[in-house]
């Protein structure tokens, strides 16, 4: 991304997104539509399409650092909604890459739902299926904390085609109207971002034509490590751009609380502390970059891409933790925006798969790496 639009990015979170809004976006959903309708008005997402702009991986990771350091309602809205595009402009049709483009000038609103009451870690028991009558899908089943579906006019479905089959060769995804006939769509309250609701879907029997099957029968599990992939860089992203969001806020505040008459950033354990902030955010950043710039290459960097997501996440905790403790008694407090970043960064520890879930990926693939590498060695 230009720093250019990197400016002018920041220049309309700047207008439209003051504190007091922020704190009003946890109430209000149309306020959140209106505003994502507005960003996406400009056309800066119009380039998120891996085979129209060979930046699209950094343009959206540097979109999502900025927007993470005002609101997480606008930078979760903005990121599911680019994730489904890119989806859609990837593997979809004609027909699915129009709505896809449609999605990225705000026309649209998409959501993406894998998970189940009874498969979230362990998607190997998802349930929900898909059975061919006649010339139409029937789908069967129930869905869990999809975020956005309550206002989606689509919701990308992951669902079993294939029982017989073993995962990673009997599923598909489905391009679903939020609409449809035998959908029941229950929002769930969150501790945070009520204001895009994440929802509990039940299929009572909804009949689809075949054209809604995205990416081709059978084939999901394609498309849904490459949705994980893109939205573990977005969910590191997202902990780079809060994190630098609460660094900045530290630093001005403890330059102007005042503890023994001096300010409390001259206490060297508290300056340390920030030191070492801006030490682990550059960190995760540039784990965040080298997975990103693999991506963008055409490697498969599912190490590097767990990796960042991660480190990136757990720094997250760590330091909206230590800026809780910092500003003292005023953390716990609603007028203090500590509080709410504190809630808000918790998702980072769900989103795009647990971090137990990642580093389980991440030992697999040492694993492989090892034995091929001790392999060659007695070769
Ligand atoms: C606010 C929010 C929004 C979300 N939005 C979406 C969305 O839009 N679409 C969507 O599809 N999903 C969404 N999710 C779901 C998210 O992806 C899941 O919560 C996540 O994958 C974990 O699944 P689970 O909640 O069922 O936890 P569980 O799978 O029940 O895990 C419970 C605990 O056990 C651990 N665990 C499980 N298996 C193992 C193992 N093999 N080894 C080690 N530890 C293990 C986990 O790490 C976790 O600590 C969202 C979640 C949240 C909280």
Redesign the pocket.
């Known amino acids: 991304m230009t720093n250019n639009l990197s400016n002018t990015i920041h220049a309309w979170c700047s207008k439209n997104l003051n504190e007091e809004t922020i704190r009003e976006l946890d109430h209000d959903p149309a306020r959140v539509i209106k505003l994502y309708r507005d960003f996406t008005g400009n056309g800066w997402l119009e380039s998120v399409n891996i085979f129209e702009n060979p930046n699209t991986f950094r343009d959206l990771i540097e979109i999502g650092k900025i927007l993470s350091g005002y609101s997480s309602a606008i930078s979760n809205v903005i990121g ?1 909604n680019c994730v489904c595009a890119m989806l859609l402009t990837t593997f979809g049709t004609d027909s699915q890459k129009e709505i896809g483009r449609k999605v990225l000038k705000g026309d649209i609103l998409t ?5 189940e009451p009874d498969a ?3 998607i190997g028991n998802l349930q929900t299926t898909a059975t061919l009558e006649g010339d139409h899908w029937v789908l069967q089943g129930k869905k ?5 579906a309550a206002v989606a006019d689509y919701i990308l479905v992951v669902v079993r085609t294939n029982p017989d089959k073993p995962l990673n060769k009997g599923i598909s995804l489905f391009l679903v109207p939020g609409n449809v006939h035998g959908i029941k769509l229950s929002p769930q309250q ?1 501790i945070a971002t009520n204001s895009f609701a ?1 929802c509990e879907i039940t299929f009572d029997s909804v009949r689809l034509p075949q054209e809604m099957v995205i990416g081709g029968q059978d084939f999901g599990w394609g498309v849904i490590t490459f949705a994980g992939a893109v939205e573990r860089l977005m969910v590191a992203a997202s902990c780079v751009g809060l994190s630098r969001r609460i660094l900045e806020y530290l630093y001005e505040y403890t330059q102007h609380r005042m503890i023994q008459g001096q300010p409390l950033y001259d206490i060297q354990l508290i300056n340390h502390q920030l030191a070492d902030m801006a030490i682990k955010i550059k960190a995760a950043d540039l784990l965040l970059g080298n997975a990103m710039e693999l991506l963008t290459s055409g490697a498969t960097p599912t190490v590097e891409i767990c990796g960042a997501k991660v480190f990136a996440s757990e720094m997250q905790q760590e330091i909206s933790m230590a800026a809780m403790k910092i500003i003292g008694g005023r953390g716990y407090l609603k007028e203090y925006p500590v509080e709410r970043w504190m809630r808000e960064g918790l ?1 980072s520890l ?8 990642q580093k ?1 990926i991440i030992a697999r693939n040492m694993q492989k790496d090892y034995a091929s590498k001790t392999k060659e060695r007695n070769s």
């Open positions: 599911v959501c993406f739902s894998l998970t979230g870690s362990d869990y904390l999809a975020t956005g969150k994440s998702l769900y989103a795009g798969g647990t971090n137990e879930l389980n």
